[in-house]
Nanobody, 113 residues
């Protein structure tokens, strides 16, 4: 059974940083692409960043230069490093396997002074 577990969310002040982690099990991790999505309060879910099996990354415009997605195939984990956080980054962050309708439970990121 494929499973994704996110962690690392929390409450931070504007300008601070967080690192989210997504641990994937039940599949060949090195063969999958992984994406991070987020859902702000009262809004639709949106794609934030993605990484292919070969390590090619892509970001939504609003996070370019502030967020970095990376993978560690030895740990079956994809990270989302978030810098210079803004209140508009407040959301539940989910990871998913690209091309499959499988989602984790999400981790809440709150950015507030």
């Amino acid at each position: 059974q494929v499973r994704l577990v996110e962690s690392g969310g929390g409450l931070v002040q504007p300008g601070e940083s967080l690192r989210l982690a997504c641990v994937v099990s039940g599949t060949i991790f090195s063969a999958i692409g992984v994406a991070w999505h987020r859902q702000p309060p009262g809004k639709q879910r949106e794609l934030v960043a993605s990484i292919t099996p070969g390590g090619i990354t892509n970001y939504t415009e609003s996070v370019k230069g502030r967020f970095t997605i990376a993978r560690d195939n030895a740990k079956n984990t994809v990270y989302l490093e978030m810098y210079s956080l803004k209140p508009t980054d407040t959301a539940v962050y989910y990871c998913t396997i690209i091309g499959r309708p499988i989602w984790g439970q999400g981790t809440l990121v709150s950015v507030s002074s």
